[in-house]
């Protein structure tokens, strides 16, 4: 869906690229640092695992973030209609009013037309028929206003319903961001107690995007829809992950995904749990370019396969969109749009 109206989250900076989609999870994703420059192995261990579950929290974050963009779109035409449908039973009113004073005028009713205003067009209706002070016309368009009135009535409690179910799907955003932002501050902190050696060894491993390693020659995209798909991915490398962000100036994992197949006229869903099915599953050994790579049993992260054993994804936070590894966590399923 190409990039969308975010929630306005007041202390969220997402210039620092608060976010996720694995730190490494594999060897072959920091397969730049040196293995003497490698972090200790039980503080690798811990940033593995605090980047793995907020990764969790981040899929989580996008699909409620999401539902709340839906029922903020519903309540507002909702609203509108609500709008539009009492104007037009204000109108109605009016020529109801009109017709009635014409009739009195002409001896026709009494002065019981008052009636035709009160909240309840339906006893009216039963009154004026039994009194017989109602002519055809009038009647008519009272069971018009009456219809109108019930069709508001339920409107307006759905309208609640939706505003009710948008109020929760905000608190599960702050519930969601709260969690990845506490993971994520706690791995980085264990980043920052690594000797200055191994840290700067870290930083620039993170800093590639695996371009000047990799070797795409006779890889083919099984149609023109993947070729698009996969040269955006292609054109996004460089760019920083940002956490909840669907591009173009930075992503997290399932973001790249739907906005790259966006440019080629698909329509993904957001989350990588979604775009797990989103398609045809196929064996790895079958993959490729253009298709979705889907990693751990939870299907928490997402990559795009590209040809010769290489993904493309948005890894982690200060990692920019880059080339890794298809191995480099467990494959859970591989999926062609």
Known sequence: MGSHRRLALSGFNRGAGVALCVLSAAAATLGAVPAQAAPHGDTRAEVDRLYEEAERATQAYDKADERADVLRREVRDAQDH????????????????????????????????????????????????????????????????????????????????????????????????????????????????????ERAAYDRASRSDGSDRVDLSGAVAPDARAAAAVAAARSALGRP??????????FDCSGLMQWSYGHAGIHLPRTSQEQRYAGRQ????????????????????????????????????????????????????????
């Open 82 to 197: 609500i709008a539009r449908q009492q104007q037009r039973i204000n109108t109605m009113r009016e020529r109801l009013g009109s017709l009635a004073g014409a009739q009195y005028r002409a001896g026709g009713i009494d002065p019981a037309v008052a009636l035709l205003f009160s909240d309840d067009p339906d006893d009216y209706l039963d009154k004026a028929a039994t009194l017989d002070r109602i002519g055809t016309q009038q009647a008519g368009r009272l069971r018009e206003l009456s219809a109108a009135m019930r069709e508001l009535a339920q409107e307006r409690a759905e309208a609640a319903g939706k505003l009710a179910a948008l109020e929760q799907s905000r608190r599960a955003v702050a519930t969601h961001k709260r969690t990845v932002e506490k993971k994520l501050a706690r791995a980085q902190q264990l980043i920052n107690s690594l000797p200055a050696a």
């Open 241 to 250: 992950y940002v956490w909840g962000a669907t591009g173009p100036s930075g």
């Open 282 to 337: 196929i064996p790895l050994s079958q993959a490729r370019p253009g298709d979705l790579v889907v990693y751990r049993s939870d299907a928490s992260h997402v990559a795009m396969y590209v040809g010769n054993g290489q993904v493309i994804h948005a890894p982690y936070p200060g990692a920019p969109v880059r080339y890794d590894p298809v191995g480099m966590m467990p494959v859970s399923s591989v999926t062609r749009p």
